[in-house]
């Protein structure tokens, strides 16, 4: 009976730290139940408050959980956006790709709130540098959509050169920084960046830093093949990837 439940869930919620996994796999799924359009702006923030303490199996599934939780009955996209940021700085190494992609399109549909994201995902970056499906998620939302000039390009130009970040996030960045070299007249400084990465090791890299070399080196073409996605134009083939 939910009725009964939602009398209980401050306890149930309580159990998703509990010692034994077999309590906590079944707290999971009870609070899972129990989320709808009513408590999830309150319940969903009480659930991601454990997931510092889980393990790395449970935290796998408990991302799972919020992320549909969040998808499903989330009031409104600002809210919908911040909780799964939250997510994403939480718990950024338990996040699938399906989640990446859920992410970048809710930024290409809704323009209302565009501004508000990107500067919250250039934020969260700044703070949380090493986190990979973050970089991933901001790097393409302020490539395609960022219209105010300001310092993303030094910013992801740093973070394409740390040794620490992933070939996912890197393919992401390049592609970013020269939609962004086109728009903000910054084609030569960016060219300079790529002519360092071009020397990569990393094959996948090599190649996708001469193919925006080339493009940004054409005058003719680049303004046309690097242009701003419109929502109706973005595709699983237009989100971020993986390189392999």
């Known amino acids: 009976d939910s009725v009964v439940l939602q009398r209980y869930k401050t306890q149930v919620t309580h159990c998703l730290d509990h010692r034994d996994p077999s309590i906590r796999r079944r707290a999971l799924d009870v609070v899972a139940a129990l989320i709808d359009e009513s408590n999830v702006e309150s319940l969903v923030p009480e659930v991601m408050s454990y997931l510092h303490l889980a ?11 919020v992320f549909t939780a969040i998808q499903t009955f989330a009031p409104n996209p600002k809210w919908q956006f911040d909780s799964t940021l939250e997510l994403l700085i939480q718990s950024g190494s338990y996040v699938g790709q399906d989640i990446i992609t859920s992410v970048c399109l809710l930024v290409a549909k809704h323009a209302e709130i565009r501004q508000h994201v990107l500067s919250a995902l250039y934020k969260a970056v700044l703070e949380n540098i090493s986190n990979q499906p973050l970089i991933q998620v901001a790097v393409w939302s302020i490539g395609e959509f960022q219209e105010e000039r300001d310092d993303s390009i030094e910013l992801f130009s740093r973070i394409l050169k740390m040794p620490q970040t992933s070939i996912d996030s890197r393919g992401a960045i390049i592609t970013a920084v020269a939609k962004l070299a086109v728009r903000f007249d910054r084609v030569d400084d960016v060219l300079n960046t790529l002519a360092e990465v071009a020397r990569d090791q990393n094959l996948e890299i090599q190649q996708r830093t001469g193919e925006m070399g080339r493009i ?15 929502y109706e134009a973005v595709t699983n083939a237009s989100l971020p990837t993986s390189t392999s």
């Open 55 to 65: 393990d790395q199996d449970f935290r796998a599934e408990l991302v799972a959980k």
């Open 216 to 230: 940004l080196s054409c005058p003719n073409i680049r303004d046309a093949l690097l242009a701003p996605l419109e």
